[in-house]
Every structure is written in C-alpha cells, then in structure tokens.
C-alpha cells in the first residue's frame, strides 16, 4: 500500500451535526433528513451571479453564506423579483445555507429552504470569525488521512515519527525518551493528517491514546504512569527515524550531507536511519537527531562547516534522495 496515493481513493465528508454541535450556529430550518446531510466540499460559497440566476458553475456541495452584501442586493430586485431569485437559487439544492445575523430572520428565506428542504443556518457571531472556523473545521475533517505502524514522540518541540520492524524496540524506545522529560503523541499506529501542503499532522487512534505495549511487561497506561506532562494529544511531523537491526556490510552514513527524505501524502519528510546494536543508546541518539534537526532549519549544518574548514568543495544542494513511504515493503 502506497500511502501516496491514500488521498485520492478517500471521499471524505462532514456531517452537518457535526457542524451545528462545534461551531456557533443556530438552525433555523431542518428537513426531516437533516441527520443524513453531509457536506462533500472544503469549498465555501458567498452567492453572487447565483442569486442573478447563473448556475454554470453551481456546486451544491458548497456551504452558501448569504450575508448583509447580498441580502441587500436582493432587496433591490423589489418584492416578487426577490422571491423568484431565491426559489430558483434554493431549487439548486445546495447541502447547506447559512444566513448572517446581521440581516436577522428573513421569512423570505427561512419560506424557499423550506420548499426545497434546505437545511437553514443562522451565524452566531461575527462572519470573518466564523469563516475562518468553518474553514479550519472542513480542512481538518475532510484532509488526507493514512494511519502506518509506528509510533509519535515529541523530542525537543520536534514531532519524531518513529518506523521499523515489529519487535525492533520502538515502544522501549519511546518509554526511554518519556523518562528523559519528552512526550508520547502514539504507539502502535499513527494516524497521519494533511492539513496543507507542507503540513503533516500525527495523532494516536482515540481507543487506544495513552497505552504503550512492552514485550515481556504487557499494557502499560503511559499518562497514569509518567503523569500528564509525558503525553500530548497531536503533532506535527517533522523528523522520520528508522530503526533496522545493524547490518555489517551496508555502509551507513557516517558524514551526515547526503539529506535523505520520505514521502508520506507527498510530503517530503526528512528521514534518518538508525542502525541498532547492543550498547547503542537509541533515545539518546533520537535526542541529538532532534537538536540537530532545529539547528539543520535554522540555517546550520555541521558536516557543510567541517568540510569547508578542511578544505572541500562541494554541491551540498544536490546531495539529496528522496523515497516513498510504501507499508507493505517497510513493514
């Protein structure tokens, strides 16, 4: 399974539920199948042309805002002209139309969603702030998601997606780095989150938050035993560390210029492979791997100043290999 392509095999949605129970909106008018409505687009519509009567370029999945601007453009057409605007306008069967407060209950409006059994909406508060909600709300909830074996730790402020074979030591691992003060975001399974275009969020399936699994001990409660600063709900991902057991004949990079990246929802993740033997200390390596990657975004590379000291020249820009993040190869 390519996890590159996840995003474009899952349609996602948002129930208007969903919707109505986050966010600060009144119903106005429900249709009896209300409970069933979802909403299919992150797109959101301000009606313009539409109200004039130009559908080409409808897209009914869209939530519809009617606000001051373009109630009181319709209150220019006069009485029956506005009336025949918004039935043809609701006739669209748009999934959801939400009216500001600013222009209050408006009979016209609340009489066409209910000819057409259109759920009706009222906005609590101020547009720009609900706008910018319902935007974060519909791009969390309809964003690219995949969720991988592996575990979540954040090191440093730094999101440290840790991936290998099962029983290499990725739970030990993240109980090690608990103890040294940093948190547990996930064990076991990942789930991973879109959230832009350069933007990885991870999280830990809510059933199974919190619990970590040791070979040899069992299911241990991680929050009741190292306390609620050891955990954290999410994070973005910034670092992926690959543990595989030390192979003697594969050359591992000593030097560090060669930067190394996976993609995972296509978006490249920079990458470090963490070959393990007895007497390597793991967590305090991932430690190191997490302070050097802060200095790596803000400019610094060690190996690029240590190579010019001693005197060589070298493109470090193209020193770069990317891979995709294929489970079933990895895993």
């Keep these: 399974m390519d996890v590159n392509n996840i995003e474009n095999n899952t349609s996602k949605s948002v129930s208007l ?32 042309l539409h109200l004039i009567g130009y559908f080409d370029y409808f897209d009914p999945r869209r939530i519809q805002i ?47 969603a209910k000819k057409h059994q259109v759920p009706l909406l ?3 508060e101020k547009t720009s702030d609900f706008l910018s909600e319902l935007m974060s709300l519909l791009n969390l909830e309809m964003a690219p998601t995949i969720s991988i074996p592996g575990g ?19 739970s030990e691992t993240s109980v ?22 350069n933007t990885l969020i991870g999280t830990s399936p809510e059933n199974i938050r ?46 560090g210029t060669k930067k190394t990246y996976t993609r995972i929802l296509n978006i490249k993740i920079p990458t470090i492979t963490l070959p393990i033997r007895a007497g390597r200390t793991i967590a305090g390596i991932i430690e190191v791997a ?3 990657h802060r200095q790596n975004k803000m400019g610094y590379s060690a190996p690029e100043q240590l190579l010019k000291k001693l005197g060589y020249q070298e493109d470090f820009e193209d020193n770069e290999i990317n891979y995709d993040l294929d489970i079933d190869k990895i895993f």
Aim: with cysteine; proline share 2%.
């Design 290 to 292: 997490a302070m050097n």
């Design 210 to 255: 919190h619990f970590l699994e040791i070979r040899g001990i069992g299911i241990i409660n991680t929050r009741q035993i190292f306390g609620l600063g050891s955990v954290k709900i999410k994070k973005s991902i910034d670092l992926l560390i690959k543990l595989e057991k030390w192979d003697q004949n594969k050359n591992y990079d000593r030097i």
């Design 122 to 124: 009222s906005i609590e």
């Design 152 to 170: 979540l730790m954040e090191v440093y402020g730094e999101g440290i997606l840790i991936l290998g074979e099962s029983g290499i030591g990725k």
């Design 17 to 48: 539920n969903k919707i109505i129970s986050d966010l600060s909106v009144k119903p106005i008018y429900l249709p009896e199948f209300s409970s069933e409505v979802v909403v299919r687009s992150k797109e959101i519509s301000r009606p313009g």
């Design 176 to 197: 090690e780095l608990m103890k040294r003060g940093h948190r547990l975001v996930a064990d076991d399974v990942v789930k991973i989150t879109k959230i832009s275009h």
């Design 66 to 112: 009617i606000g001051r601007i373009e109630y009181s453009y319709l209150n220019t057409f006069g009485v029956s002209k506005k009336k025949e605007a918004l039935d043809k306008f609701f006739s669209q069967q748009p999934c959801v139309v939400m009216m500001t407060k600013s222009i209050g209950l408006c009979e016209d409006i609340i009489e066409a």
